[in-house]
């Protein structure tokens, strides 16, 4: 369940997959509504679905961790909502278990690094930002798994990281 | 006859006149500046030849270079389109010189034409009425008092070195008049060391109505209907339409004949437009002649049926016009919305850059010229003018509802359009029903009402931007998770 | 009044429609198979609803289920588009029952058009001529050869079990008539159990020429002119123009009444088609009526100015016709070429498969009506149909050059298209003349010009090819050279 | 220099660059007379150009060593030549030179591998083809450089290498 804003419109919406009927067809719930949705086409650069029978095309603008820029049916939209991506890359980097005797910072996504807020020796908290990566139009800081002095940063800015390349080393 | 024709011009238009010389069998040569290498016109012409740097001073303006072009290529005749040299009485004149067929009126004409004091002088000597004032300038207060009482208050004082609103004043009697007189001559002797100053009558909620011209170098002349050009914002066109809902056919006859006359009265050739201001009170003053094709000349084409760039070649070849004017017929209704590629909410400015992605509009009755295609650039050294998107219907109706879906169906990705801001204006009471001004846009408030259009149309939307959302951050979560589980699918989808 | 249309169709007569119904302010339902989730009438409709697997058995001709989106979208009417259920009087009865209105002429009616037998005989019964012959079946060969001396020969001997030149003899007198009707009579008991034979008289050298036809509920009946189709390849259409090079006003008139008399005979409503043959010595005969709107409608709606779809839509709602016979009048010149995916050396193939690019034509006077867009797919379940390319012209030559452009500016990848056909087609000097005739392409050679044609452009094309391909090696050993000199920007080009 | 021939055209063509006017511009020169080319884009796809002063689009659509599929201006295009490539690669790889101390067999081009023709053990000769690659839509032998014993393969079908991979090596 995820909270969104839309701006310009009133209200808020709360909205979620309630049910998977196949690999191209969902059952979403938006507020107390229920809707059918099948996709039809999708790349990184957008999407095209059925809800409820009506044909959408929507195209993924701009992703920052709380909004979202969208162009719906050629009507460009601006969307806000509370991802809890960071929280969730945290959790499967190994923030939230008790990884501690882990070395490797390992990226759970394959991503651009866009800033790398380390050096080499640096200390870090549990939980502080070592990167930030953009993975499909949208940044998500990597986070550090456990208190500790940085062994060493594995990533440059620009880069590419596929999914479970070091990030660097926490001692 | 012409066989080969240089056009100087770039954009929509290039391929306009291109089209029909395709048609006709003649051979093109197309000219570009560095930022137009990849452009249509340059695919699309027979020869293209590159002709200096983006700044249409160093390119499109620059005479001598595409002077070099038309006789390097051969080309025996040129084509101006809209803008640019096309009504350069230099540039006409040139040609002449060169002994090549400039297709357009003498530069001569041009000139006259070009010179508005003495093209308002022909006409009032032709009895074409023009907006009621000062035959030239006005030597003293005292004049312009006399002649203020005779058309009758609210007159415009006007500096003839002014422009963009700078030295022109609004008054409504005598002492404003006085005041306003001593205050436009400081502003303008200030501005440029010299004050010269008109006076004209001031009129409200004026219809800005053109009427399309065409005459032979025999002398024929006719007219091809009126168009109606009223929306407008910063004195530029945005829709146009024909037949003008105040234009009945006697009225049509009556001005048209005017027009005739306007065009003897400036010995013009070939293709103009003669623009006219229309007061509520339905009279019509001449305001200026276009010595070049216009931008809405489609619409003329598609109640006519005539090929207006066919006729400008036929003219320039010395063909007599192959009609009369009672041969000729309006059939039905044409509208023609000007796709620009600007921001309504930022005052209209410019928007440019790349278009990724772009769908043209089709269907029965619709036509859009366009130098659009996806990987196509607008650019930031030329006008705003992307599209131009029309649409005819046996009725006033059937041709907007048409234009509705059309705009509906036009997608531009990357620059900012005017097509939200069509759409407010064509479903508005307004102007279904006629009421059109060169106001228009203030009067009835359009802007505020495309802001509601559009939060309107977000609420619309929102269930879809919002399942968007939800099956993004879905797949998103896939990408994250360690299990593999359902999204084999996925991944091949995001590859 | 209708408010919602479910379309049960797919391709570019969906669009067509749909098109039409947004001008309208209808709402649409889209139905598609498997094969189309893709596709642009899904996207287009207000509404799409998935109904089967990809052959048409079991989606587009599936009546249950249909019905079933019909009645679950509160669909008020329904739109067949061609082909499909189109012709099928017992979908017709099947929408009729559930009250659903079907934009077309009533079961009944259709039930009697599709009866050839049977809608020859109505039209006798009403004076319009049909092809000489037998009445019905003949009994015996005496029969046959009384009927044969009656309307001369040469005449055809045909079981009305054949099809497809099967069970079907040409013969020249009374001894070749003997030998066939043996002949014909055991073909057809070998293959079917039973022979029913029909004589009827053979022309040479026909025309095919159609009257559009439409029929209010209220009993009025109009034409709207004829469309010369007869530029075909195994029966099927290619090239259709309006006006037919020759019929003549007074002609258009007297064929004209006789579909007027024709559409009354069967009771039709709606629009129609009553095709005809053209003999050589200028006598019509009336063959079929096709009980839907024909894919060549949209030349029609240029020379006519109507909207057909909204005529349908306006006499399915039980208005009369907004206009008289001696209302309508025809306006110019239109040509249809229908833009086939398919191979014209390998006997007119289907060709099909993914089309990743695709350039639509443009222009004055240009209308496409096509599913094609980057990305899209020609499939091989249904037909091969692409796109349909029209054009209007003041003259003939206005709409054929026009035309020939706009092929020119046609691209599309990935599938061997009709296109090439075509430029030779309206090239060739007996096209130009109007010189038609039902074997036009094999009458006048055009598959052996369309050859040369093309070898022709190819020696055209080489030194482009040549320079091509240097440049494609020039880079390729670029690549390969160690030294990094001047190949920074190869590399950008190439990445 | 090169021979071309084009499928339905008479005769044959030798082309070749004889000047480099600029990055984008050329002189070339076909049978006898010479034309200016200038080239507005350009991918592995196609390429657009203007051959004097006329504009041409063509794409690339297959390639094989001595036959190459092309679509000039939307009219298809089968064209005959003798290219060379393979020689050109098997030069670049030292296959010319004395470089028979050289242990590794490496890519002068950047390219997909479609075959590989040689195990780990295989006895080869100098100039036997070791592996196919595909590159711009084009096949190119990658032939050994030395006679030798096949130490290691380094490639696998379908594989993606960069220029200076490292093919097989070979002692």
Known sequence: MMDYKIKDVEGAFAGEIIKRLGDDEFTIKINDAEYNLIILSMDSGGIEFVLDRQYHRVKYLE???????LVVDNVPVTLNMHTHFDGIVYKNSGGASTGDAQLALKSQIPGKVVSVAVSDGDEVKKGDTVCTLESMKMQVAVKAHKDGSIKSVKIKDGANVAKGDVIAEIE | MIEKVLIANRGEIALRVIRTCQALGIQTVAVYSDEDYNSLHVKKATEAYHIGEAAPAKSY????????????????????????????????????????NFIGPTSASMNLCGDKMECKAAMLKANVPTVPGSPGLVKDVEESEKIANDIGYPVLLKSVYGGGGRGIRLVNNDTELHQA??????????AVGKSAIIVEKFLQKTRHIE??????????????????????????????QTPSPVVDSETRERIGDLVVKASEAVDYTNLGTAEFLR?????????EINARLQVEHPITEMVSGLDLVKLQIDIANGEPL???????????????????AEDTFLDFAPSTGPVPDVTIPAGPSVRCDTYLYPGSTVSPFYDSLMAKLCTWGQTFEESRTRMLTALDDFYIEGVETSIPLYKTILQSKEYKSGQLSTDFLKRYGMIE????DLKDEKSEKSKAAIAAAIIHSEYFKSLVQNRQQNNSNWKNRMS
Chains 1, 4 share one sequence.
């Open chain 1, 63 to 69: 992703h920052t961790t709380n909004q979202m820029e």
């Open chain 2, 279 to 287: 007061s509520d009170d339905g009279e019509f003053y001449f305001i």
């Open chain 2, 322 to 340: 192959p009609f009369k004017q009672s041969d000729l017929k309006m059939n039905g209704y044409a509208i023609e919305c000007r796709i620009n």
């Open chain 2, 61 to 100: 303006l620059n005479q001598e270079k595409i002077l070099e072009v038309m006789l390097s290529s051969g080309a025996d005749a040129v084509h101006p389109g809209y803008g640019f040299l096309s009504e350069n009485d230099e540039f006409a004149d040139l040609c002449e010189k060169n002994k090549i």
């Open chain 2, 181 to 190: 007189f001593e205050s436009v001559t400081g502003e303008s002797i200030a």
């Open chain 2, 211 to 240: 009427y399309q011209m065409a005459r032979d170098k025999h002398g024929n002349a006719v007219h091809l209907f009126e168009r109606e050009c009223s929306i407008q914002r910063r004195n530029q066109k945005l829709i146009e």
């Open chain 2, 449 to 452: 009402k495309l802001e509601q």
